[in-house]
């Protein structure tokens, strides 16, 4: 039934379908590293899992071939300014050895004097970058350039630094939106050819994928995989309507676990603090939160936020379908979309509040 598990990951490198007016906006943007000049920097935002990573990935290795541009993909989640900045050194071609723990100004003084040709860096999951001074440090390069990678390119864009903002003007914001049915079909069928033995869909089967997951690509693809994964399970050489139907909560809690795990720690504990008190009002969960701030944020390089702040980091889990909350959806209170999902962190709520209060 299953071929190649590999083919459903989100790293598996892939044709991007559907996507041309953003490829082409990224290209324009793109363009000048490509005669030896800093690319224009660029915003791309929108959902989770609509080929945001899996698009500039492969606008970058298209580049990489036809030019001299060099190109690094940084995963910020749980870095550092500081870290982000060795990665980039250490991921550029003609990089030199650094050690992580040297001071800001030397790592760029380093960056500074290795980046010879055009170096676009892509910052993925932007918002979790705990401090965006990082942006500047990065701008005082001659040659280097940056691709954003957010949720919402609003509340990003309000946390920086207002001289910066002009880097990321209307031109060189691009949003993804969710797929079409249809698209959808198109984006899942090279998948069935190439990660499942024969072809186990029934007709409509993928319009139904497409459908139920709401454009959604990551969460369509993952249902495949969980729907092959079931049908197997289950001893049937094809996929049942009852595979289906079971595929769609199946790889979504494949998915929640997985963003869970990405999420830095103050993230996870402050998902822990929903998950124990929820459902509450928002006045309960802001209180609630000031209550436990210092044991969320406790520990080296976690500097406590404001509650503006933090609401930024519960949208970030309402956006991986970790929590609801009020807002954008039709919510009123705070909760876990899983209460048995646990976070991978030892966060007990009793004892942090007498921490805190001491
Ligand atoms: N247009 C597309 N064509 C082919 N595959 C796609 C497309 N968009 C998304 N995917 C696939 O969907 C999955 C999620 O995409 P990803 O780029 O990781 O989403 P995001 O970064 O927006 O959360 C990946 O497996 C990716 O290859
Ligand atoms: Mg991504």
Same mark, same amino acid.
């Given at each position: 039934?299953?071929?190649?598990?590999?083919?459903?990951?989100?790293?598996?490198?892939?044709?991007?379908?559907?996507? #041309?007016?953003?490829?082409?906006?990224?290209?324009?943007?793109?363009?000048?590293?490509?005669?030896?000049?800093?690319?224009?920097?660029?915003?791309? #935002?929108?959902?989770?899992?609509?080929?945001?990573?899996?698009?500039?990935?492969?606008?970058?290795?298209?580049?990489?071939?036809?030019?001299?541009?060099?190109?690094?993909?940084?995963?910020?989640?749980?870095?550092?300014?500081?870290?982000?900045? #060795?990665?980039?050194?250490?991921?550029?071609?003609?990089?030199?050895?650094?050690?992580?723990?040297?001071?800001?100004?030397?790592?760029?003084?380093?960056?500074?004097?290795?980046?010879?040709?055009?170096?676009?860096?892509?910052?993925?999951?932007?918002?979790?970058?705990?401090?965006?001074?990082?942006?500047?440090?990065?701008?005082?390069?001659?040659?280097? *350039?940056?691709?954003?990678?957010?949720?919402?390119?609003?509340?990003?864009?309000?946390?920086?630094? =207002?001289?910066?903002?002009?880097?990321?003007?209307?031109?060189?914001?691009?949003?993804?939106?969710?797929?079409?049915?249809?698209?959808?079909?198109?984006?899942?069928?090279?998948?069935?050819?190439?990660?499942?033995?024969?072809?186990?869909?029934?007709?409509?089967?993928?319009?139904?994928?497409?459908?139920?997951?709401?454009?959604?690509?990551?969460?369509?693809?993952?249902?495949?995989?969980?729907?092959?994964?079931?049908?197997?399970? =289950?001893?049937?050489?094809?996929?049942?309507?009852?595979?289906?139907?079971? *595929?769609?909560?199946?790889?979504?809690?494949?998915?929640?676990?997985?963003?869970? =795990? *990405?999420?830095?720690?103050?993230?996870? =504990?402050?998902?822990?603090?929903?998950?124990?008190?929820?459902?509450?009002?928002?006045?309960?969960?802001?209180?609630?939160?000031?209550?436990?701030?210092?044991?969320?944020?406790?520990?080296?390089?976690?500097? *406590?936020?404001?509650?503006?702040?933090?609401?930024?980091?519960?949208?970030?889990?309402?956006?991986?379908?970790?929590?609801?909350?009020?807002?954008?959806?039709?919510?009123?209170?705070?909760?876990?979309?899983?209460?048995?999902?646990?976070?991978?962190?030892?966060?007990?709520?009793?004892?942090?509040?007498?921490?805190?209060?001491?």
């Amino acid at each position: 039934m299953i071929e190649s598990r590999w083919v459903f990951d989100d790293a598996y490198p892939t044709d991007i379908l559907h996507r #041309h007016e953003e490829l082409n906006a990224l290209s324009r943007l793109l363009k000048p590293a490509t005669v030896g000049h800093r690319a224009d920097d660029v915003l791309i #935002h929108g959902p989770s899992g609509v080929g945001k990573t899996a698009t500039a990935r492969r606008m970058l290795r298209d580049l990489r071939q036809r030019a001299e541009v060099s190109s690094a993909l940084i995963e910020c989640s749980g870095k550092t300014g500081n870290e982000i900045l #060795h990665e980039a050194i250490e991921k550029y071609p003609k990089g030199t050895v650094v050690h992580r723990n040297q001071p800001r100004v030397e790592l760029v003084a380093t960056l500074e004097k290795i980046v010879t040709e055009p170096l676009i860096i892509v910052l993925d999951e932007a918002d979790v970058i705990p401090d965006l001074e990082v942006l500047k440090d990065l701008f005082s390069v001659d040659l280097i *350039s940056v691709i954003a990678i957010t949720h919402s390119n609003t509340e990003w864009l309000n946390r920086v630094d =207002r001289d910066l903002r002009v880097h990321f003007h209307g031109d060189s914001q691009i949003e993804f939106d969710k797929y079409g049915v249809q698209e959808l079909v198109d984006i899942l069928e090279p998948r069935v050819e190439h990660g499942l033995t024969g072809d186990p869909t029934q007709p409509g089967q993928l319009e139904r994928i497409a459908d139920e997951t709401g454009g959604v690509a990551r969460w369509a693809i993952k249902s495949v995989l969980s729907a092959a994964e079931l049908a197997r399970e =289950r001893n049937h050489d094809y996929f049942y309507n009852d595979d289906v139907a079971d *595929s769609f909560e199946h790889a979504m809690q494949k998915i929640r676990k997985a963003n869970l =795990r *990405s999420l830095p720690l103050p993230h996870q =504990r402050l998902y822990e603090i929903v998950r124990a008190i929820g459902p509450v009002s928002g006045g309960e969960m802001k209180t609630t939160y000031r209550e436990h701030k210092d044991a969320i944020f406790e520990g080296r390089g976690h500097d *406590s936020v404001t509650w503006r702040r933090a609401w930024d980091y519960l949208s970030k889990m309402d956006d991986y379908d970790l929590i609801k909350m009020p807002g954008d959806t039709n919510a009123k209170v705070y909760e876990a979309v899983d209460p048995e999902l646990e976070a991978p962190v030892e966060f007990d709520l009793r004892e942090t509040a007498e921490i805190s209060s001491e």
